[in-house]
């Protein structure tokens, strides 16, 4: 579940909003002190009150009558796969409006086409409670009685007509049923202690919205020893000094979350309670339970974290949330260090305007707009998007991919590097190469949008050894160290063809393939063409002593070759280089780092130039 668009009325410091349209992944909202942040995750809840906006506009003069109720306006977005998980387990039967006089087949068709295409949920919030929803393009006309019945066939999990009924209340509707199951999938962590510390016994494993189960859930997952052991190692990675979290008995009733420090790693005896410890912990706790453990995205609000957190563990906790893109973050921050940890994909400014407050939403490539965004946070444009250093890669799989290889292979923090994929790289060959790497170095200096290039790292796909040669040669700095590095094989896709890796990427692929596939099968399939030309062109190996394993690795077209082994052993899917490219990197991290050895030791290089000891 993610939250598509929204806009906040009569509320607070804000009259009526514009729409903001949210992106998966980061959003963060900036502005200056008292200018609506606060008041926008707390209507991002939707469990606000009634608090109405007072200005001039609404309040014209002493003892006006001003309009009383707040309002929401918010639509959703849901996966297919979670809408029709959290049918089955909370709505097995449910009632779609049916509008008088139109044919139940074509309502029937109407729905269903809503359910696997489009899968968005409108709805108006006023007084913390849903009074108005609708599924988006299914109907012009909602608000009606007359039902068509759907249920949920478990054991195939799949939708069923049922009857047609009649006398259903709006509220009862599958729309105002889905609006009331998603609010309860907001998280929004505010800067104050949370009070999570105890909490009674209990098998829930859902954590609250307001979190205030987390000793609960917290206990459920320590039982699960491999799953509780994950969490403890991202608490860590955000807070050092941690050993340990864990949750112990407190009395017939209740239990606690005890804090283990690393000087007392070994003296359980010497855990401090969760409410004794620091603001920020429990707050961070109930994040990364959620980011780790959700089967399906979560949207997070979190308001102002460098209010509860040292800049160090704000790095640290983005470096976290980074790992789970899947989920939506809300942020609100005044901090330039927020923003740049964060590097999110949408960025709004909230201001006053004549006491209102207004959402604007800003370009992060149009300059003068960041510009005017910092102006209102008192930082520099170099502090936003203010990495160290940046690496330029070959591409979108390689920025996404690179940095997991670094910090999970490699076992190297980025220290402040941002990797970003080239847009073009065939921008930098030929005569203007230098002139290119020149415009690239200037676009990461000063103060401008990208921080100094530390250099570039390109697969050697097209390019023969004189191109390599000149590329390198071309792209040396004043004191002629080298910025261009390749990767030892023919680009990074060669990396991902193990067939364990493969068979187990295509089997998690919902309806990929009617057959369970195996490594044999694609091991098999590798075998039959292992030596065609159309893998190699000019690089094939004419000598047949030269075809050998390891040169087969180093010179195969592997995009080439997972671009057509996903069409033989699928019904129609296509090898999506990011998506699939990353699930097989993850695969090999946590089975066969081994594979990626290559590719860490290269990263390290290059970082190591720039990096501490």
């Known amino acids: 579940m993610l939250i598509a668009r929204f806009k906040v009325e009569n509320y607070k410091s804000f009259l009526y909003s514009e729409e903001a349209t949210f992106a998966h992944g980061v959003n963060v909202i900036v502005g200056g002190n008292d200018s609506g942040k606060t008041a926008l995750t707390e209507a991002l809840s939707l469990r606000i009150g009634d608090i109405p906006h007072e200005s001039v506009k609404t309040v014209p003069y002493s003892g006006a009558t001003k309009e009383p109720a707040s309002r929401v306006h918010i639509t959703f977005e849901l996966g297919e796969e979670e809408l029709k998980n959290l049918l089955l387990d909370n709505e097995p039967n449910f ?31 006023q007084s913390g409670n849903c009074v108005s929803a609708y599924l988006n393009g299914y109907s012009e006309v909602q608000s009606t009685r007359r039902t068509l019945n759907y249920e949920i066939n478990r054991p195939d999990r799949q939708l069923q007509f049922k009857e047609l009924n009649k006398n259903i209340q709006d509220s009862q509707s599958i729309a105002f049923r889905l609006a009331v199951h998603l609010r309860d999938r907001i998280y929004s962590f505010r800067a104050e202690r949370l009070k999570v510390g105890q909490y009674s016994f209990g098998a829930n494993h859902q954590l609250s919205p307001d979190a205030s189960n987390l000793p609960e859930v917290l206990s459920i997952l320590q039982s699960r020893q491999r799953d509780f052991e994950h969490f403890n190692q991202l608490v860590k990675m955000v807070f050092p000094h941690i050993s340990r979290i864990s949750v112990r008995p407190h009395s017939n009733t209740l ?4 804090v283990l420090s690393n000087s007392n790693a070994n003296r359980d005896d010497l855990a401090i309670p969760l409410q004794d410890s620091g603001t920020g912990i429990g707050q961070v706790l109930a994040i990364l339970y959620v980011v780790s453990t959700a089967q399906f995205p979560r949207t997070i609000i979190i308001d102002e974290p460098q209010s509860f957190l040292h800049p160090g563990a ?15 973050y809300i942020v609100t921050t005044h901090s330039p260090i927020v923003i740049s940890s964060a590097n999110p994909q949408k960025i709004f400014l909230v201001k006053k305007v004549d006491s209102e407050s207004v959402i604007e939403s800003v370009n992060r490539q149009e300059k003068l707009d960041l510009e005017r965004v910092l102006r209102d946070v008192g930082a520099k444009l170099s502090d936003i998007f203010g990495a160290d250093n940046i690496l330029w890669v070959e591409g979108p799989t390689e920025e996404i991919c690179f940095p997991l290889i670094l910090t999970e292979v490699a076992e190297v923090s980025l220290f402040g590097t941002a990797i970003v994929g080239v847009l073009n790289t065939g921008d930098l060959e030929g005569r203007h190469s230098r002139r290119v ?32 040669d000149d590329l390198m040669r071309q792209s040396q700095v004043e004191n002629g160290e080298q910025t261009v590095f390749f990767t030892p094989r023919r680009m990074y896709e060669n990396y991902l063809l193990n067939p364990q890796a493969i068979a187990s990427v295509m089997s998690n692929i919902e309806g990929f393939s009617d057959n369970h596939i195996t490594s044999d099968e694609i091991e098999k399939w590798i075998k039959e063409r292992e030596w065609e030309g159309k893998y190699f062109g000019t690089m094939l190996p004419r000598n047949p002593e030269n075809k050998t394993p390891q040169v ?16 033989d052993f699928s019904v129609g899917f296509e090898y999506d280089k990011k998506v699939h490219g990353l699930a097989l990197t993850q695969w090999l991290i946590e089975n066969a780092p081994e594979d990626l050895t290559e590719v860490a030791e290269l990263l390290k290089e290059v970082l190591g130039r720039v990096q501490p000891e």
């Not at 239990?255 to 005890?258: F, S, T």
């Open 314 to 328: 704000i790095r640290r906790l983005f470096d976290v949330l980074k790992r789970y893109p899947q989920h939506q």
């Open 95 to 125: 009632h779609v409006p049916h509008e008088e006089g139109i044919p139940p087949e074509q309502t029937k068709l109407a729905f269903e086409r809503w359910y696997r295409e489009r899968r968005k949920v409108s709805c108006i919030f």
């Open 437 to 468: 790497f020149e415009i690239y170095n200037k676009l990461s200096q000063g103060h401008t949008l990208l921080p100094s290039a530390i250099g570039f790292i390109f697969d050697k796909e097209g390019r023969t050894q004189q191109d390599q």
């Open 255 to 258: 239990q606690k979350i005890y």
């Open 552 to 567: 087969w690795l180093e010179k195969v077209h592997g995009a080439h070759l997972l671009k057509e082994m996903f069409r």
